[in-house]
């Protein structure tokens, strides 16, 4: 199925003890594993990226860094279908999603290989020379997610080898193939041996991989990707030995509809942030607050979408939503929209299953698109990130009343409204309690915009000209001149 299949050779290097191995499913079809790989070490895997620092930070021009990174980027645009058939494989998500997230992986490459060349400033002084100096921050190891197997790793290694630092990184045990492939390609696009190492780990080991990261004094810098709960372990780890963290965590998106805005257009943005990924990612909708007035057009127009959504096996090309990660995902969106129910919400829509009955059963990973109306405020699938395809929706009478709502969660990471309306537009976007957002668009995410939240969602922005100042650390040299 792929045209180069060493692409996820991972052989045992026998850094991990126990040369442990770990299974790796396909979701569409939890019973096939798709392979086993190996673990690594990640104590090993650090001490490789700090011998290798002084020769990457200090003999390195940014230019060769730029060069090295733009190769890297080229071999995985004409890697790009494999990419995507082992992402989709892995993951679940629909073959198109994979296509585009191969092109969004590769875009932080391409952006850090040009952020990589930027001068850094100095100034001056009467008594003498002022200067600020960039100064890369070191070894920095890094934990992605799953739900988005290429971009959230090279998203964190691009600005990092940029900025002269070594990354050491660990992919989620549900998704290493995708990380093997790049790291593959990384070692054929000349990128040294220990600028850019690779932790495989299983479940059961992967707690200890975080502690080791967080805790060991080689590493300076932890970026993670993941939940708010395991954010909170990783930063009491970290402060040990006063890292610098980057922590990209949950949110619970609110998605407003005024009455001014064009439903359609609404309907639309709706879809493609709520059902991204089959709902996983941090960013997706959760929330749906929509105006009286507009309550049910919008309704009944989405729940037309969702009635027509194909869903199935991602290798599918006319797939539109994939399976959900794993059955814990599955029971968890099952529970939450039960409870809802239960709590005196309507279920007002599901959309179908894969008609392939094979692929359903007590094992299925597949949840139907599904759209909750008059859901209490109360619920768990209100309060909490639903992370799967459930749209639960709400009616407000005023501007006020939906911005006391959207605002009233502990988390803050993305939120989108819809309005034609310029003054509404800017002042409910700057009172939103959120990291970004998106005005009559579904989805924001861009490699040249800081992606970020506030609150329990997280510290720090990654993408953008700030994405590579958290890998550097400004050093302030006076220079005396004046006698
Ligand atoms: C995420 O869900 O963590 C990232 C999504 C994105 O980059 O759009």
């Known amino acids: 199925m792929l045209k180069d299949p060493t692409l996820t050779e991972w052989p045992d290097d026998g850094s991990s003890p126990s040369s442990a191995t770990f299974p790796v499913f396909d979701p569409a079809s939890p019973t096939s594993i798709l392979a086993q790989v190996s673990s690594r070490d990640a104590k090993a895997a650090i001490e490789k990226c700090h011998d290798a620092l002084p020769a990457w930070r200090d003999q390195?021009?940014?230019?060769?860094?730029?060069?090295?990174?733009?190769?890297?980027?080229?071999?995985?645009?004409?890697?790009?279908?494999?990419?995507?058939?082992?992402?989709?494989?892995?993951?679940?998500?629909?073959?198109?999603?994979?296509?585009?997230?191969?092109?969004?992986?590769k875009s932080f490459l391409d952006y850090y290989a040009a952020e990589a060349i930027r001068p850094t400033g100095a100034g001056g002084d009467p008594k003498g020379h002022v200067m600020a100096v960039q100064q890369a921050v070191g070894v920095s190891a890094m934990i992605a997610p799953w739900n988005f197997p290429l971009a959230m790793i090279t998203r964190k290694v691009g600005p990092c080898l940029a900025a002269g630092c070594c990354a050491v990184a660990k992919p989620s045990e549900l998704t290493p193939l995708s990380a093997i492939a790049l790291k593959n390609l990384a070692d054929r696009a000349g990128i040294p041996d220990g600028v850019f190492e690779l932790v495989t780990a299983s479940t059961e080991s992967t707690p200890q991989v975080g502690t080791e990261f967080c805790t060991n004094p080689?590493?300076?810098?932890?970026?993670?990707?993941?939940?708010?709960?395991?954010?909170?372990?990783?930063?009491?780890?970290?402060?040990?030995?006063?890292?610098?963290?980057?922590?990209?965590?949950?949110?619970?998106?609110?998605?407003?509809?005024?009455?001014?805005?064009?439903?359609?257009?609404?309907v639309n943005a709706a879809v493609s942030s709520k059902f991204r990924n089959a709902g996983q990612t941090c960013v997706c909708s959760d929330r749906f607050l929509i105006h009286a007035s507009v309550h049910d057009e919008f309704v009944s127009k989405l729940a037309e979408k969702v009635k027509n959504m194909k869903v199935g096996p991602g290798m599918d090309p006319d797939t539109?939503?994939?399976?959900?990660?794993?059955?814990?995902?599955?029971?968890?969106?099952?529970?939450?929209?039960?409870?809802?129910?239960?709590?005196?919400?309507?279920?007002?829509?599901?959309?179908?299953?894969?008609?392939?009955?094979?692929?359903?059963?007590?094992?299925?990973?597949?949840?139907?698109?599904?759209?909750?109306?008059?859901?209490?405020?109360?619920?768990?699938?209100?309060?909490?990130?639903?992370?799967?395809?459930?749209?639960?929706?709400?009616?407000?009478?005023?501007?006020?009343?939906?911005?006391?709502?959207?605002?009233?969660?502990?988390?803050?990471?993305?939120?989108?409204?819809?309005?034609?309306?310029?003054?509404?537009?800017?002042?409910?976007?700057?009172?939103?309690?959120?990291?970004?957002?998106?005005?009559?668009?579904?989805?924001?995410?861009?490699?040249?915009?800081?992606?970020?939240?506030?609150?329990?969602?997280?510290?720090?922005?990654?993408?953008?000209?700030?994405?590579?100042?958290?890998?550097?650390?400004?050093?302030?040299?006076?220079?005396?001149?004046?006698?």
Not at 241 to 261: I, R
Request: glycine share 8%; proline share 3%; aromatic share 8%.
């Open 218 to 266: 080689l590493v300076k810098k932890v970026s993670f990707t993941g939940s708010t709960r395991v954010g909170k372990i990783l930063m009491q780890q970290a402060s040990g030995t006063v890292k610098k963290v980057s922590m990209e965590l949950g949110g619970n998106a609110c998605f407003v509809v005024f009455e001014d805005a064009d439903i359609d257009n609404a």
């Open 320 to 483: 539109q939503m994939g399976p959900m990660i794993n059955v814990a995902a599955v029971q968890s969106v099952t529970e939450k929209v039960k409870s809802a129910v239960a709590d005196g919400a309507t279920l007002y829509e599901q959309g179908s299953l894969p008609e392939d009955g094979t692929l359903l059963g007590p094992n299925s990973h597949f949840y139907p698109p599904t759209v909750l109306t008059n859901v209490s405020l109360d619920s768990d699938i209100w309060k909490t990130e639903t992370f799967g395809p459930v749209a639960a929706i709400v009616s407000f009478e005023t501007d006020e009343e939906a911005l006391q709502i959207a605002n009233n969660v502990d988390v803050g990471l993305a939120s989108y409204f819809c309005t034609k309306d310029l003054s509404r537009a800017f002042s409910f976007a700057h009172k939103l309690e959120v990291g970004m957002v998106g005005v009559n668009e579904g989805i924001i995410s861009s490699t040249v915009a800081p992606f970020g939240g506030v609150k329990e969602s997280g510290i720090g922005t990654e993408g953008s000209p700030l994405g590579i100042k958290e890998y550097l650390e400004t050093k302030y040299i006076f220079m005396k001149t004046a006698q």
């Open 60 to 105: 390195t021009t940014a230019m060769h860094r730029s060069s090295l990174l733009s190769e890297w980027s080229k071999l995985i645009q004409s890697n790009s279908e494999d990419l995507a058939t082992i992402m989709t494989l892995e993951s679940g998500k629909a073959l198109s999603e994979s296509r585009g997230e191969v092109s969004y992986a």
